[in-house]
């Protein structure tokens, strides 16, 4: 039996979400953290605009 492959989209959202939740985790101070929860916001906005595009397609 094969392991369940992730459509590339998911694993560009999963490997995505990796980085910026090692970026919350690796924050120094309070701003930074706050600088890294705006980044995450914009990021899964871009991420519903882009599957939408996908859809459509």
Do not use: Y
């Not at 560009?12 to 705006?38: H, M, P």
């Amino acid at each position: 039996a094969r392991g369940r492959h992730l459509p590339e989209s998911e694993a560009i959202r999963s490997f995505s979400t990796s980085l910026i939740l090692c970026e919350i985790i690796n924050a120094k101070d309070r701003q930074s953290v706050l600088d890294t929860r705006n980044l995450l916001s914009e990021s899964l906005s871009l991420w519903e605009h882009w599957d939408i595009g996908v859809i459509a397609a």
